[in-house]
């Protein structure tokens, strides 16, 4: 598990991304990213990964602009069983 304090830049600089796949040897091909924030996504993109976004009520200001960049909208976890 990486947090903020574990890279130098933030997100969407896609510095933990990259770190993270570098570690495990993988491409960006390989990693699907489940993010709940327009940065997150953008960090996603950013590394080349495609993305989920999972619904969470903070977001939705820019909801729009999440649904629009993320590959894959899911509303909670339970749908992707």
């Not at 491409?27 to 969470?56: H, M, P, R, W």
């Not at 820019?62 to 509303?75: F, K, P, S």
């Amino acid at each position: 598990m990486y947090t903020r304090e574990d890279a130098k830049e933030i997100k969407p600089n896609p510095e933990i991304y990259l770190r993270v796949m570098e570690e495990l040897g993988v491409t960006a091909e390989e990693c699907l990213v489940f993010e709940d924030s327009l940065i997150g996504i953008e960090a996603a993109k950013n590394a080349g990964i495609e993305s989920v976004a999972v619904y969470d009520p903070y977001s939705d200001a820019e909801r729009e602009q999440i649904n629009a960049l993320a590959d894959y909208q899911v509303q909670n976890y339970t749908e992707l069983l």
